[in-house]
């Protein structure tokens, strides 16, 4: 497993970070890339032999170089985790089409650029794309016209890929995090939120990074080598009871 390559994208923090910190421990080589230089940087220097990329998933010039670089350095390519994302949370009426524009310029075109200029590397040895979308891909919610369309649309994409890719031998699968323990999360939810969140959930707490991290890496694994096209809702059960909050409509 030592010669497999890991690339993870919005790795700096957060999901990306645990995902990129779990694959290291398994042996595999990271690439962990962000457009936070800084933040890399400190997550980079964490995981000895890890690539550090800064990069701009939503810029189709900053991918290319992404790729030309980790294909000079790494040589393969084994596993792509397309995590980067943004989060926008509000009404109708106040998402301007460049909100929307900013919010699908990483969460959806990400995806798909990312996934295609890696499509290369990964053919060569039959890979496995991981998408990150969300459990607001998956049911509706006030505040959420931008990021949830967004994510619904990165379910999609991961089932076209699934249905085109298999041919070449690459896997794409999808997970979708319900509430986790960011530290976005923390600073954004209230009291209310978060208790409104604790009753709807049936394990009646919010996730972990480290738990969503465990649910890519086993799709990335040879133990879902039969498994592509799936959408797994990593949500403590959220998806099953709904996600329309009172205590989210303000």
């Not at 010669?3 to 970070?17: E, M, N, P, S």
């Not at 075109?109 to 996934?115: A, E, T, W």
């Not at 999360?185 to 208790?195: C, E």
């Not at 096209?229 to 403590?236: N, R, S």
């Amino acid at each position: 497993m030592i010669d497999t390559v890991a690339l993870i994208t919005g790795a700096a923090r957060g999901i990306g970070l645990a995902t990129a910190t779990l694959f290291h421990a398994e042996g595999r080589r990271v690439v962990l890339l962000d457009r936070d230089a800084d933040a890399l940087s400190a997550a980079v220097a964490n995981l000895p032999g890890a690539l550090g990329v800064t990069c701009d998933v939503s810029i189709q010039q900053d991918v290319a170089q992404a790729l030309a670089e980790i294909e000079q350095t790494c040589g393969r390519l084994d596993i792509l985790v397309n995590n980067a994302g943004v989060a926008d949370f509000g009404p109708l009426a106040d998402t301007d089409f460049a909100r929307w524009r900013r919010v699908m310029d990483t969460n959806l075109d990400g995806v798909f650029l990312m996934s295609q200029a890696c499509l290369p590397l990964l053919a060569k040895r039959g890979g496995a794309i991981v998408n990150i979308a969300s459990i607001s891909g998956l049911r509706a919610s006030t505040l959420r016209i931008a990021y949830g369309t967004s994510k619904a649309a990165v379910i999609h994409l991961t089932k076209q890929q699934a249905a085109e890719l298999g041919e070449v031998g690459i896997r794409v699968n999808c997970v979708c995090p319900g509430p986790v323990n960011t530290k976005l999360a923390l600073a954004v939810h209230s009291p209310a939120i978060r208790a409104a969140y604790h009753d709807a959930i049936p394990l009646n707490r919010y996730g972990t990074e480290r738990e969503i991290a465990e649910a890519i890496c086993f799709l990335a694994s040879d133990k879902a080598s039969y498994v592509t096209g799936q959408i797994l809702a990593a949500d403590g059960g959220f998806e099953s009871t709904g996600v329309g909050l009172p205590a989210l409509r303000t």
